[in-house]
């Protein structure tokens, strides 16, 4: 799935389930505090979403979408606790983008792997609503947080 097919994916999932949300247009931008700035959001509101690996004995491993307030630090050791595993370390850039099935930097907090385990930090929830780049550089979405809550059903979890 390219990125296109991913945004397509996601507007269209939006869509159908009657999701409030604005499609903000802005320069290429990847990093969450340089994007926050270009949308006027405040870096408590945006999504930064990564891509865990979690060693869950000598040869399992799970992955766990990982989605913090963009002024908070993520807490592997959190993610690996609440996994039950082992080890914890940040996905390889080439795992990520497959999982994530858009580039670093454009990652949707919202999986369509199963492989891929969504968990947010609830104080990103706090928020009315959560900003994100939407699989694409130049281009992101605001939406509203209960909808973002009732479609992706994340798993949630202090993780931060």
């Not at 009657?18 to 290429?28: D, T």
């Not at 990103?124 to 059903?153: K, P, Q, V």
Request: glycine share 6%.
């Amino acid at each position: 799935m390219t990125e296109h097919e991913t945004y397509t994916k996601l507007i269209g999932l939006l869509d159908e389930r009657g999701a409030a949300y604005r499609i903000i247009e802005h320069e290429p931008e990847g990093a969450t505090e340089a994007v926050s700035t270009l949308r006027g959001n405040t870096l408590a509101q945006a999504a930064k979403c990564i891509v865990v690996m979690v060693k869950t004995g000598r040869k399992t491993k799970r992955y766990a979408l990982a989605v913090v307030p963009g002024d908070r630090r993520l807490d592997l050791s959190a993610v690996k606790a609440l996994l039950g595993g082992t080890y914890a370390g940040f996905a390889t850039p080439e795992v990520a983008e497959r999982l994530a099935r858009s580039v670093s930097g454009t990652i949707l907090p919202f999986s369509f792997d199963p492989e891929l385990e969504v968990v947010v930090d609830p104080a990103l929830l706090e928020h009315e609503e959560i900003f994100f780049n939407a699989a694409r550089l130049d281009r992101s979405l605001a939406l509203r947080t209960a909808d973002y809550t009732a479609i992706a059903e994340p798993r949630t979890a202090a993780i931060s």
